[in-house]
């Protein structure tokens, strides 16, 4: 990609902004904040669906706030309530703080869904390289596993008793780390043609409604992507600490194996370009799609095996590196620039609703145990593999 572009300039600063506000010290040991918190496995998976649910909730209204006012805009005011999310969780004892908490993340999240490949993919016409989208979102998705090498080791070992304090100490540096983020946002530029969109809020849904209806392809290609990501991600991400606890991990160790993970989805995401050079992007998706539904499987039937556990957290973490860039250029690719935020923002929805039916589903299913749950996302899983994936030509 040439340098000295606005495109250039706003991923510069989208990924250290990325890095900053990907520092969760409390990751390591979340699961096992929970637990200490009271929550059990039910619980936490209805902690799930309230994030599911603040992102149904805000996925319309932030996706049209982006498009009316611009990426960077929106990018701070989910940032703002990001913080203020995350802070509720010093007095979070009781279930209903968790909820409201986890609600909030969701919704701050709306605000940099849709916007931030808007944000790129414009920036990225100016200078005629939006055949760069998918390398350009890998660079910045590789932020967050670059915070993760460290802060899982950081929050790891100064949790490593579990106790209160260390709790809050976790929170307290997250939100630190969470202002330098809200600084950096303050120097993303919007592209000229982006935001400022006028039409009356219906107006600019029915668009974005049009553009999914004229591109079929765009939906198929998202119900793929979401229905392996929320199993293989989602719900494993919530149980891989117990799993390895379970297995005889000690809690001091988790935070070395999310490091290696982190490197591995870090390598991958950076690696983006060199793949999609050698692999036609359609075989990438249907393969890593594969590869996920293959892993659960395998740790539904022996998630007693430490190396199980720790062979199938690596391949996932290999597996939601690749397959969101490589979706995000074949998406953005056909979806028009006046309402591209909108577009993806009422593609989300359609993930928040399948998230939500499958973390209900789930939820009842894990009452039975690790097996039953792990087959289910298994099961999932194959089936959003197999919705095949038509590109434009």
């Not at 340098?3 to 990907?22: D, P, Q």
Request: aromatic share 12%; hydrophobic share 55%; proline share 4%.
């Amino acid at each position: 990609m040439k340098k000295e572009t606005l495109a250039a300039h706003n991923i510069r600063f989208l990924f250290w902004a990325e890095l900053f506000g990907s520092v969760r010290f409390i990751q390591p040991v979340l699961t096992l904040f929970y637990f200490a918190r009271g929550l059990d496995e039910s619980s936490i998976l209805i902690v799930m669906m309230f994030f599911s649910i603040g992102v149904l909730a805000g996925e319309i209204p932030t996706g049209v706030f982006a498009d009316r006012y611009g990426a960077k805009q929106a990018f701070l005011v989910g940032a703002l309530l990001a913080l203020l999310s995350h802070s509720l969780l010093f007095i979070a004892f009781e279930p209903w703080v968790f909820f409201l908490s986890s609600f909030l993340t969701g919704f701050a999240a709306t605000f940099f869904s849709g916007a931030d490949e808007a944000l790129i993919y414009e920036s990225l016409k100016l200078s005629g390289e939006e055949g760069f989208m998918d390398k350009a979102m890998g660079q910045i998705s590789s932020a967050k596993f670059i915070v993760s090498i460290v802060a899982v080791i950081v929050g790891a070992l100064l949790a490593k008793d579990l106790t209160e304090p260390q709790f809050r100490l976790l929170i307290l540096l997250s939100i630190f780390f969470m202002l330098i983020q809200i600084v950096l946002l303050l120097f993303i530029k919007n592209p000229p043609n982006q935001g400022g969109f006028a039409q009356p809020m219906m107006k600019q849904i029915t668009e974005g409604l049009r553009a999914i209806r004229h591109t079929p392809q765009v939906l198929w290609m998202f119900i793929n992507i979401s229905l392996v990501f929320i199993p293989a991600t989602a719900i494993f991400e919530k149980f891989d600490q117990k799993l390895m606890v379970d297995a005889g991990l000690p809690v001091y160790w988790i935070g070395v194996v999310y490091a290696i993970a982190a490197l591995i989805g870090f390598s991958a995401s950076r690696s983006i370009g060199w793949m999609t050079e050698r692999i036609n992007r359609v075989s990438l998706l249907f393969l890593t799609g594969m590869l996920a539904t293959g892993s659960l499987f395998v740790v539904a039937l022996f998630d007693t095996y430490l190396w199980v556990v720790l062979g199938v957290l690596l391949v996932l973490k290999l597996v939601s590196a690749i397959r969101y860039p490589v979706y995000s250029q074949l998406s953005n690719d056909v979806i028009p620039s006046n309402v591209r935020a909108t577009t993806i923002s009422l593609l989300s929805i359609l993930d928040s609703g399948f998230e939500l039916i499958i973390f209900t589903t789930v939820s009842g299913i894990a009452l039975a145990g690790f097996t039953p749950m792990f087959l289910a996302c298994a099961g999932i899983a194959l089936v959003g593999t197999l919705i095949p994936i038509k590109v434009q030509d």
